[in-house]
């Protein structure tokens, strides 16, 4: 049981790439979330999914997509990277909405 | 121990002394509150929870206490040690929102 998996782990992006991270989970939890979380701050969520086909934004979604096409994988896309998108990014997994959320170890991501 | 009154970012303690970390919630109607511990370069682990009809929550070494006249949340660790070092979050679940939102955090340092 492997839990939340996060690729990669360390990622650089020069300005205007695009680029995924990979989020899966073997829990067969129905809910998942991105968060973001930046020096000195918490964790700020980015966008989540409540179950397969099911997506909706977080507090702070622009610049970034997310599909949830099966219930164990839900990317994150960076379609046009700005230095603002420098950060360490979480991917988390919950069996239902309100229970305890598991979390990934993180992809720290460096836009330069 | 060390007794921290409202939030604040960091806390010193020194080892086998009690810690107390406090959190302040935002959102009246949350229903289901979590402590996360964060270790450097790793994702948030789930340290204990409670639910809105409950006070205090206890596990090893762990004690949760929940004031929702103040929207006040705690956690208490007993006889600290040096593997306690870490940040610490608070999580809240509103029951009308699919959002797990996160404070601050406190950075929690045992001397030796």
């Known amino acids: 049981n492997a839990g939340v998996t996060q690729t990669p782990k360390f990622q650089v992006l020069k300005t205007g790439q695009s680029m995924t991270l990979q989020c899966a989970q073997d829990m067969n939890h129905e809910y998942m979330s991105w968060y973001r979380q930046d020096p000195g701050m918490g964790l700020r969520l980015i966008h989540y999914s409540v179950g397969a086909g099911i997506t909706d934004q977080g507090e702070v979604p622009n610049g970034y997509n997310v599909s949830r096409s099966t219930t164990e994988d839900f990317p994150l896309r960076l379609l046009s990277a700005a230095p603002s998108q420098t950060s360490v990014y979480f991917c988390?997994?919950?069996?239902?909405?309100?229970?305890?959320?598991?979390f990934g170890q993180g992809t720290r991501l460096t836009v330069v | 121990g060390e007794s921290v009154g409202l939030h604040l970012p960091t806390l010193s303690v020194q080892e086998g002394d009690n810690s107390i970390i406090n959190c302040a919630y935002s959102n009246s109607a949350s229903d289901y509150f979590i402590w996360y511990k964060q270790e450097s370069g790793k994702g948030p682990q789930f340290i204990i929870d409670i639910r809105s009809n409950m006070d205090k929550r206890q596990g090893q070494r762990v004690t949760v206490l929940l004031n929702k006249t103040v929207k006040h949340l705690s956690l208490q660790i007993a006889a600290t040690q040096p593997g306690d070092s870490a940040v610490y979050f608070c999580a809240e679940w509103p029951l009308d929102d699919y959002k797990l939102s996160f404070g601050a955090g406190t950075t929690v340092t045992v001397r030796a």
């Open positions: 988390a997994s919950s069996y239902r909405v309100g229970a305890e959320a598991f």
